[in-house]
């Protein structure tokens, strides 16, 4: 396919959390990327939940996943990966948490790699590291990089917000520097999170579980701050747009482009 998107989620990031957590690189996303530090998850804001409606276009409550577990969709809609699938591209998924493999459908990739954070202490690096190679010797038209410890060493292990969780999101953004920095030309890239979270817990639908950073980087977009609502469901509808693939009719998502 002609143009070609890796798209990067980073668990449980707050946007006031990015904003603070010191990373120098998130002033230069700031200049070169389309942004918002304004962005809604999907109630409940729950990792499964929100990553099947940022692939698919639709809420938990039209696909039918409202916890961490899958349950098969009762009036099944298809998602970024099967529409990348059937116009022939390559799909590959880097993930830290095990039942997320299930946001693709079986055959829509082609390449694939788990690692369980709890069992190796810097897993999101470990990840970028073998997404980087692989993207390296295979070129794939579509890329999706998870990174898990914000959320779950930072978030959940010591609390959001807490200089832990700033850490996590530190490291995370220094490995989406290094995505950007070595596959920026060839790829679109997207940085976001899923939802964000407070105390050590999420799913609510309070304002600090519920708001997201999302950035943009590359041709399709023009640098700067976002005006306007934006939330999970644009993404599927961007990345389409971008690969120059029909979105499905029942997305209920827009293309930020």
Not at 20 to 25: A, D, E, L, R, V
Not at 91 to 105: H, K
Not at 221 to 248: C, H, N, Q, V, Y
Request: overall charge negative; charged content about 25%.
């Amino acid at each position: 396919m002609k143009n070609k998107v890796i798209l990067i989620s980073i668990d449980g990031m707050r946007s006031d959390g990015l904003k603070t957590c010191g990373n120098p690189y998130v002033e230069e996303l700031e200049r070169s990327c389309a942004y918002t530090y304004s962005a809604t998850s999907m109630n409940p804001s729950v990792t499964f939940p929100c990553h099947f409606s940022m692939t698919h276009s639709v809420t938990p409550q039209r696909h039918g996943i409202l916890t961490n577990t899958y349950v098969p969709q009762v009036r099944p809609v298809l998602g970024i990966f099967e529409k990348i699938k059937a116009c022939g591209g390559v799909s590959s998924m880097f993930y830290g948490w095990e039942p997320l493999r299930d946001i693709a459908s079986p055959g829509c990739l082609r390449f694939s790699t788990y690692i369980n954070a709890y069992m190796k202490e810097s897993s999101d690096t470990v990840l970028t590291d073998e997404a980087l190679r692989n993207i390296e010797e295979n070129h794939p038209d579509f890329v999706f990089l998870y990174m898990v410890e914000t959320d779950e060493k930072g978030g959940h292990d010591n609390g959001w917000m807490s200089e832990e969780y700033l850490r996590r999101i530190s490291i995370a953004i220094d490995n989406a520097k290094r995505v950007v920095e070595r596959f920026g030309e060839e790829y679109s890239v997207i940085i976001m999170a899923d939802h964000g979270g407070h105390d050590r817990s999420h799913g609510s639908d309070m304002p600090e579980d519920m708001t997201i950073p999302l950035f943009f980087y590359g041709k399709s977009f023009r640098a700067g701050e976002i005006t306007g609502a934006l939330s999970l469901l644009d993404i599927a509808p961007t990345i389409a747009k971008i690969m120059e693939i029909d979105p499905e009719p029942e997305w209920e998502g827009r293309s930020v482009i």
